[in-house]
C-alpha cells in the first residue's frame, strides 16, 4: 500500500461540468498516482505506477478529439 502522507489532491477540472461525479487526483507522490472519487474521499484510492497513469490520460484526451 502506498503512503499517502504529504498527498496535495487537486479536483478533476471537469467537475463543474457534469453534474459533480469527478475525481481527485494527487500526483506529487514518489513513484505512484492517488486517485479518488471526490464524494468519498474516505471511501478507498487507487494507486497507478506514474507512466500508467500518463498513458490513461493519453488515451482519454485522444478519446476526446475524435
Do not use: Y
Amino acid at each position: 500500500m502506498a503512503d499517502l502522507t504529504g498527498a496535495h489532491w487537486r479536483t478533476s477540472t471537469r467537475s463543474s461540468s457534469n453534474g459533480g461525479d469527478c475525481v481527485e487526483v494527487a500526483d506529487n507522490l514518489p513513484g505512484v498516482v492517488a486517485v479518488r472519487d471526490s464524494k468519498d474521499r474516505t471511501g478507498g484510492t487507487l494507486t497507478f505506477p506514474p507512466a500508467a497513469w500518463q498513458a490513461f490520460v493519453g488515451i482519454l484526451r485522444e478519446s476526446r478529439r475524435d
